[in-house]
């Protein structure tokens, strides 16, 4: 029976037997850590959103033929990506975290269509195993994790020439019907949240990389995994008494390292093996689905804006001309980031394998502004705050029989807000630009799906600078041997640009 | 008989004995003058993409019948509201400068669904009369312009409170079958360039401004009209010999005041008359459609990055790393400008009347962005130019006999490219970033469609901070009275986020 | 005997039976406390630096006649304030944090030239006071806080006006010799960690307000004082086995609410009691010192960029053309701050009480760009960084004999660096951009010394508007009225900047 | 008898027959040549100032032994550094424009130390010689130039590489007791304005560029020079009648190329000659001087944050909140500038020879926030101007019998300005932001004294990473090899931080 909502899905992670190492020593059952448990709350809302809101977060599937999680489902057209960016705001604004499901759709698309252009080079089956593969996912309304980056060793080698093979994740037995992989994957989100992951390859690879070009299914639960649990600023007070402190006590993302030694994967789950050239392709459109995939980050500014407003409010300065101001630029920020995102959604098109791409230049620019907004619209949220925000006393002072009333007394805002409400805002501010989810809002908003200059490398690579400089030779009255031919000239993304 | 090309554009201007003023003396044939044929050079552009970028730059009109520039067009989708943006930045990318036929076009749309909603209310005819009139303009194939700015005064007072009425244009005289007005529009871009002007109301009015509240519909050379020109930094390299020291010898922008006095408007032109609290919907539904016009300046933008591609590649440093760097910025911010642009006319809705119209806090998004980006795209174009591009000599010493040689000697640059190419790139530069078309790509990316601070207002009239507050409070836990119901609070903005 | 060095400083704090809380309990001895115990550390660097540093950290003071730690020396000429600047930026290159003498420096220095212009008016005996009280800090060499931000209430209302009158601290007894006062003092930096605490108002009053005009030292043990700690983000890492996960384990910076209970201060130390007017000379003079002091941040930034310039090196690609363009960018903000700083007290002038006071427009510019910059800096720096800074495991993690040879397997960067150094650096970073040294760097940055739109005010105060118009009407050959005389106009500011 | 004022200055220049080329032909008398002088006027008003403000802009010169002009003062201990800088900003606020003289005192400055190391070395008698020729322009009053930039041909190749030897001045002919040199010297600020030219070398030169290791002055009037004027954005309106539309109609900049063919240098007009391992220290030296010698651009900012308020006063505005918040943004940024410049002069060292050379990091932060500064003022300034700046009809329209009285009634702004005084004023905006000073303000900021990659370079040599690196590793407990010694480590730009 399939998972039907985020109760059943917590349910559903209980007893699985995970390695999963915490502050050095094996966690019993991470469900019921209060550590992590906030990161496996943030997933069991993608489920309950589906059900509340419908035609956002959920889609009909032409692949199982049944009503699935957005997150499963693969883009049958451009509206289809479109979703994804409102159901990903949508979702940024319930939990004002990282809800770790992107990877998976991302992944998901992107080798929908790769494994069908190596199928249609080599006449390999891993297409069809791979809807099969998906088919079983929407079914049981599984969790998915995509396991990408590789911890990499010295970055000036490539993975068969580092001293030590395990550099990135390759294969180390093999039989008839199977394989077995030993490696590492760093910075992995959600993955003790998910019940499957998908192990793929994290760069280029060249005809000696043989071994590396990897790509197969794996349960979270498999054998051989050890699961090593990242630590956030500010991650313990999830563990203290009371829920003020956090200040987002329920929601938080979540990485980890995967450690691989030995794991093995059957045939019918391994949808790349070998195939080097087209590792390229398929990091190139996961990182274009996904750079695209941080318009979530527009969820997460919703709330902080939201919180400035809330605190200016409880301060009594909010209708101050330059507080105000202030809110303008957040937002203004904020929705450029997101008007990038489904711009870039909604210049897709059509791959060969019929699924939806969208465009890449635009993704890029997206994610590049994600690298750079954040931090703005925290800076100018600290700035709303005020300084009461990192100097105010621990929820168990407030608490305090001793204190608690001298806090009442001395912290009170302007006449009918609650001490406590105001704390409670500045609490979720501190979360967002400095504690557990600046670790979301602004490091991941950095590095996640490509560091700045990975951004900055993708749009040189599509800026077409023969193409313009033709147009301003045309208007400056350049000749150069034969003439200014313009319409000969478009390629690429002008190609996308100008399209009808 | 319709006209065809720019060609017989041009010579559709001739001979119309309009009373221009340049220099304080009357301009005999405008169209024939140095300084601003230029401007028609322009306009002319977009009758010639609209043959050879059938798909871009016409559509089909339901309202004539027949395949219509585009210019003249009323959105009859989403994809019609896009093209626009496509075939601005076509016609931004072959002139680079302003070809004046984008207030035309957002005029006759906002028009469109405003008079279909006066009718509704009032049982008045104009939705009617503005068919008929579209329909003569799709047949005849005319160039439209729109006249809203007023010239203001006392900006502390309303059109009816000034001590000279003529500070707003208003109707100084009506009989059974029409209205006269007077008053002055400045900054009118492309209105000696267009065979009928639309006269608008500029802002919100109130029920003592009535007969301020007047849309009609003029012929450029009606009675009564004087146009003064407007100067534009080296307008007058334009009159000197050679095209060199222009930078654009072909395209530039115009702009002129129009002063109106007792100009005859007859019924069947005029298209709103009093219904005072339709100016609002009016202007801001303009503004809408226009502040996302201004993906034009990303056309501009393609120009001036392949302009300083081409001059870093002439001075032989295409491959310094802060040369590409810079390239990439200037890429980046002139994507982010388009990305918002399309987002917006992607997230269009139908109005009432039956056309689209698209999204407001996106057009404004938009626009805000064209009042930094062009900025600072143009700095980093100066400085990838080098100095030479404000130190070089004119024209005429490069044609010189004595000095020519000697300029020759000492400009060259990397071996194989001609000094003449070298200045005429550099020029190119000058003229976006500090000549005449900069008053284009800059002075009026600042305040065409609103200055900053209109866009600043709009986006703070739709950032719906109590839904933020709300999305805050939810994740901080803070309860105020009834529960945070986060369903219903969505409005106007994120209504058309979240639609379906 | 004096304290001599940070040891002896350190002793000197233990045994006082402060009545300190924190997570809601009293604090036995907070010398002992591990939370406590970095911002103590902080302090007695400032005792130690000056027996290493003796010309920076020290002067020759013509009130003891005794060379005494800067931090309690009276500027007697400019080269003293710049001094102060040079001290401010080596300390914070030491500790990379908030070291807290800074308030009690501006404090002494803006009260010895106010009171002694309160005395000139009202024959008032406060400037010799004053000055006993220094010389006996100076012979002990003792640490001093500076206490002037209230709790404020509704910040619409002035301290009389207020519901509860203790929202700003006043005069609730009064006997001949002496005073009782009440109320609480907000975001108090190194307060427990001083021997004396100087209570101030924070703003201008008015003749009502007359029982909060009140300036008077205390010692920090005094009867009637309750100390409630505030959190910083990451603190209780502090509290952790181990030193790694801190980032920065022995220097912190420290806040705590100051409460005042009754709170008795004998006349010889009170420095004003009811002088409203000089209130607001009182507090713009110690503004002005206090926005300079922020050079103090351009020592963390050295410390952040060579951990980003490290952790490039460790990582392998110190020589990557963009990884120098950052660090370029970084060292650029940041001596951008620290040049606002030296020139505001190279400016400097004499007061009538013949002390030194710096310059304030430029103290305002400085303090601005602090606001400003460190967030760049920081964004910076993580970019650098990479994502494992925050997805890293714990030091228990890389203890344990489970999980620490794997994470010394998988974490290696280049040959030939240790992966606990690594580690070091990463969590240094983490320290300075979002855990516990972040609120000093970041947060602190903004508000410390009045938030960003203070500066403005006081920048608007200083702007010269006037005599600027009558420069642009000079060139601009405008003539109103008489002649444009710019000889008589400048005033404040530009006498400075012109001054020879 | 030596020059007394400006007008004595302007007469000096007359009747010299230089050879100027402009628009293709001979100027007669560049003294009467309406675009030339301006440029002339803008250096007369530095001999007026001498003059006016006494102790800012004349000095003792211990080398005469007389009172002279500072632009001709070799610099003789930290303040006159730093008063250097105040008659910058002084002429920039009369002038808002290049007044062409720093380049001459920055050049006699550096060569005065590097003439006296390179005679320690080499036992060469040019510092003498240059103490003689300083001592005769101090006694006339002369104004000089100095040429450094030459044309420099493929950028990758050395000077003795390139195809034409003359791409770089050097001597071409030599006798016992003179030389002679060939060449052209591009961007030359003031030089026909000069008496007086000093010709350097532009860049470090290796052993075999000895003939292109030359320094020596030649009067601006020698034989064998050819001047070819430089074109500037809206020149030629200093050329038509009246003085409205040039925006500032007395004062603006001059660019020429000189082009230099076997001019004679008599042995004791020889600075150096070979020495080519001080060309590069004389470079240093002179763009150590000269990049903080922009502090002449917040002279020319004052003038347009003065205009910027005055247009908001014409138009009624000034009080509105968003316009005093961007003119204290304008000055904000315009006194971060001024700070850096000041610094700089104020941390200057002695040099061996005996004179002052200011700080060369600040020096360079300086110039770097003049390449983005000046542009985000200017965009501000436009804001606040409104679009009428770039639409607003010529000065013969004003004029006009016919236009006039029609522009008079529809521009007036708010009750009781002349619509010719709003119009002078936008047209000086129009003037310093695109028009013929914009030049001077923008994109001589960009490139004067180095392009920002060549600041970049500069900060890249003296952010002593090695040094900063030591201070995170100390915070961050990193132990590697010996330890972290933090006292030896500072060198260069730290060494001069805490200098004491």
Redesign the interface.
């Known amino acids: 029976m399939p998972i039907r909502n985020g109760a059943e899905y917590i349910q559903s992670l209980r007893g699985r037997n995970l390695r999963v190492?915490?502050?050095?020593?094996?966690v019993k059952e991470p469900v019921d850590h209060p550590l992590i448990r906030p990161s496996i709350n943030a997933v069991a809302e993608t489920y309950d959103v589906a059900n509340?809101?419908h035609?956002?977060a959920s889609a009909e599937s032409s692949i199982s033929g049944i009503r699935v999680n957005r997150f499963l489902h693969i883009a049958e057209n451009t509206m289809d990506l479109?979703?994804q960016n409102?159901m990903q705001?949508?979702l940024g604004?319930?939990?004002?975290t990282c809800f770790q499901r992107c990877v998976g759709m991302d992944a998901l698309n992107s080798l929908y269509s790769t494994t069908f252009e190596i199928d249609a080079k080599y006449s390999t089956p891993y297409h069809k195993r791979l809807v099969e593969f998906i088919k079983m996912l929407q079914k049981e309304n599984f969790m998915i994790g995509g396991a990408m980056t590789d911890?990499k060793?010295?970055?000036?080698l490539s993975p068969s020439q580092q001293e030590?093979p395990?550099?990135f994740v390759h294969v180390v037995k093999r039989d008839e019907n199977s394989i077995y992989i030993t490696g590492?994957k760093?910075?992995q989100t959600g993955c003790i949240n998910s019940h499957w992951i998908i192990i793929m390859p994290t760069m280029r690879l060249r005809p000696e990389d043989k071994e590396y070009a990897i790509v197969g299914a794996i349960p979270t639960d498999a054998k051989g995994i050890?699961y090593?649990?990242?630590?956030?600023?500010?991650d313990?007070?999830s563990m203290e008494e009371g829920?003020l402190?956090a200040?987002?006590?329920?929601?938080s993302g979540q990485?980890?390292?995967i450690?691989l030694d030995n794991v093995f994967i059957p045939n019918e789950l391994i949808f790349m093996q070998g195939e080097v050239e087209f590792a390229s392709m398929l990091v190139e459109r996961f990182t274009c689905y996904h750079r695209r995939s941080y318009v979530c980050k527009t969820g997460l500014g919703?709330?902080?804006?939201?919180?400035a407003?809330?605190i200016a409010?409880y301060?009594?300065?909010a209708n101050?001309?330059?507080i105000?101001?202030k809110?303008?630029e957040m937002?203004?920020l904020n929705?450029?980031i997101?008007?990038?995102g489904?711009?870039?959604s909604?210049?897709a098109h059509k791959t060969a394998s019929g699924n939806y791409q969208n465009d890449d230049?635009?993704a890029n620019?997206?994610k590049?502004?994600v690298?750079?907004f954040p931090?703005?619209i925290?800076?100018l949220a600290?700035?709303i705050a005020?300084?009461?925000?990192?100097?105010?006393?621990?929820e168990?002072?407030f608490?305090?029989l001793?204190?608690g009333p001298?806090?009442e007394?001395?912290?009170?805002?302007?006449?009918g807000v609650?001490t406590e409400?105001r704390v409670?805002?500045l609490?979720?501010i501190?979360n967002m630009t400095?504690?557990r989810n600046?670790?979301g809002y602004?490091?991941?908003s950095?590095?996640?799906a490509g560091?700045?200059?990975a951004q900055?490398i993708q749009?040189?690579r599509q800026?077409q600078?023969e193409?313009?400089?033709?147009?301003?030779?045309?208007?400056?009255?350049?000749?150069?041997g034969e003439a200014n031919d313009?319409?000969q000239e478009q390629s690429e993304y002008f190609d996308r640009?100008?399209a009808?």
């Not at 604004?93 to 004002?96: K, S």
């Not at 007394?409 to 006449?415: A, D, F, N, T």
Request: glycine share 6%.
């Open positions: 190492y915490l502050f050095g020593e094996l509340r809101d035609e956002i479109v979703n409102k705001r949508k604004q319930l939990t004002a911890v060793g010295d970055r000036s030590d395990d550099m590492a760093a910075h050890t090593i649990y990242g630590r956030q600023s500010c313990t007070r829920d402190d200040g987002n006590a329920k929601f990485e980890a390292m450690i919703d709330v902080l804006i939201g919180a407003a809330a409010d301060n009594g300065v101050a001309s330059h105000k101001d809110l303008v937002t203004h929705e450029t997101f008007a990038a489904i711009a870039s909604y210049q230049m635009l620019v997206c590049h502004n690298t750079r931090y703005e925290s800076r600290q700035d005020g300084g009461l925000m990192v100097t105010m006393p621990s168990k002072d608490r305090s001793e204190t001298l806090l007394k001395y912290l009170k805002g302007r006449k609650s409400n409670r805002i609490r979720l501190e400095l504690g600046a670790v602004l490091t991941e950095m590095h996640g560091s700045p200059q900055r749009i040189a800026m600078l193409y313009k400089k033709r147009l301003a030779k045309n208007v400056a009255n350049v000749i150069e313009l319409t640009v100008f009808t």
